[in-house]
């Protein structure tokens, strides 16, 4: 029997009809909160059942009005039997307004989604496993809406001179490939033979936070958490009934200082690797400025996946500008305060017919960050 699942972690679907394999129609899910459904659409997860060895036509009707619908040019859905490996449905097409998937499914189960999923379980098993490290403590910040925990990871023994290294992740949910990078960069951090891991740590502590809005990641949600909310536009006025999340990173930023501040994402968009600096962020101290063009330097000689040609414009946020993260750390701490950017599509300097842009190659990069980090705080 044919049939369509999305009742799982981050499942996210609507079904239109489901008659026969050649005209499964379907529609993007908005965000949903407690309070109903948010403004945004985008992410999508689910399983097709029942369709072994047919020829399968899927149409998510709604492409046109998503949240970015210019994502969908030049994109291809990501799909997997085992939810282990994943590959590209490289006969996905954005026609009249309409995503189209093309696929003939080798068994009953296939899963098709926006990107590779990074479940909730995964997280659990990643905060886990980085505890029970001895140079990791892990502490509980505080509850999301939904009341789920707010991990924080610190890398490292906090010493006096020590410099204080920020990494968050998944302030948008649906921006798995965000997690996945943050796995690499702790797995690197936390191998005893590896010397760069080990110089870094040395001079600095590293504070991580997986995932920022883990109500979002759990709902299915592409940019909000529980209560409906963009957590990246809430840097300024934070509050325990909208944003906790945020409001509980700063609380800890606070406490225990910043010297470097990442926040990592992924841009529907852009099919490019890239940063967007906080150099427009007003009273920004011209040695930061210098040490955003090291940085960039440094990470294009270690990962040729990253470029500093493509990315925002540099008034795309105007009067939000300090409403986000890195811009709000920057002017808060007056330290080097970036957003690094992740294509969902794949990197058109590097293109991959099989994968795209993938979860390995977000841990790739993950672990190449370390260069730069180690670069920045040696100076």
Known sequence: MLRIDHQFDAGSIEIVLLANAANIRLKLRPDMGVQGAAEFSQWFYFCLQGAASQSCQLTIENAST??????????????????????????TQYVNGNLVVRVTPESDALYIAYFQPYSWERHLDLVARMDAHPLVEMTILGATVDGRSMHLLRVGRDLPGRRKVWVIARQHPGETMAEWLIEGLLERLTNDADPVARNLLDRACVYVVPNMNPDGSVRGNLRTNAAGTNLNREWMTPSAERSPEVLLVRQAMEQYGVDLFL?????????????????????????????????????????????????????????ELLTLASKWVAHRFGCLSLTLEMPFKDNAN????????????????GAALLQPVLAHVST
Do not use: N
């Open 350 to 365: 590097m293109p991959d017919g099989v994968y795209g842009w993938s979860a390995a190659r977000s841990q790739c990069l």
């Open 66 to 91: 998503s949240a970015y619908p210019a994502g969908w040019e030049g994109y291809h859905a990501v799909a997997s039997y085992d939810r282990q490996s994943w590959f590209r449905l490289t006969d």
């Open 263 to 319: 926040d990592i994402h992924g841009d529907e968009t852009l099919p490019y690797v890239f940063i967007d600096g906080s150099d427009m962020v007003p009273g920004l101290p011209e040695a930061v400025v210098k040490q955003q063009a090291a940085f960039l330097e440094t990470l294009c000689q270690v990962s040729p996946d990253f470029q500093t040609e493509q990315g925002y414009a540099r008034d795309r946020f105007d009067d």
